[in-house]
Nanobody, 119 residues
Framework: QVQLVESGGGLVQPGGSLRLSCAASGTIFSIHVMGWYRQAPGNQRELVAHITRLNNTMYADSVKGRFTVSRDNAKNTVLLQMNSLKPEDTAVYYC?????????????WGQGTQVTVSS
C-alpha cells in the first residue's frame, strides 16, 4: 500500500557527487523516520543516514561530513546528497520509511539503486 521509489544512482568517479532521492506514495498517515541503507556484495546491510519528522539526523561514521540527508515531510520525500565519494561507498542503496498507524509501526523498503564509485 506504501511504495518507495529511489532514483539518482549511477557511476561516478572518486571525489564526485551524487544525489539520491526517494519518494513515498500510497496511503500514508504518518512517517516517523526516513533513511538510507546500503549493502555491497558480501557485506551486511548498514545504515547510512536517517532523518526524523523533526529533522533529527544520524549518520554512519563512514559518511559523516560527506553525506547529507534531508526530508520534505509534505512531499514524503527523502534526499541523500553524497559528496567526496569513495570506492568503498559502492553499494546498492535502499530507501527506508517507518510509519505508524493505530499504535503500530510499519517498515517499508524501496527496491534499491546502484551506486558505483570507480575510476
Amino acid at each position: 500500500q506504501v511504495q518507495l521509489v529511489e532514483s539518482g544512482g549511477g557511476l561516478v568517479q572518486p571525489g564526485g557527487s551524487l544525489r539520491l532521492s526517494c519518494a513515498a506514495s500510497g496511503t500514508i498517515f504518518s512517517i516517523h523516520v526516513m533513511g538510507w541503507y546500503r549493502q555491497a556484495p558480501g557485506n551486511q546491510r548498514e545504515l547510512v543516514a536517517h532523518i526524523t519528522r523533526l529533522n533529527n539526523t544520524m549518520y554512519a561514521d563512514s559518511v559523516k561530513g560527506r553525506f547529507t540527508v534531508s526530508r520534505d515531510n509534505a512531499k514524503n520525500t527523502v534526499l541523500l546528497q553524497m559528496n567526496s565519494l569513495k570506492p568503498e561507498d559502492t553499494a546498492v542503496y535502499y530507501c527506508n520509511a517507518v510509519t505508524s498507524y493505530s499504535g503500530m509501526l510499519y517498515d517499508y523498503w524501496g527496491q534499491g539503486t546502484q551506486v558505483t564509485v570507480s575510476s
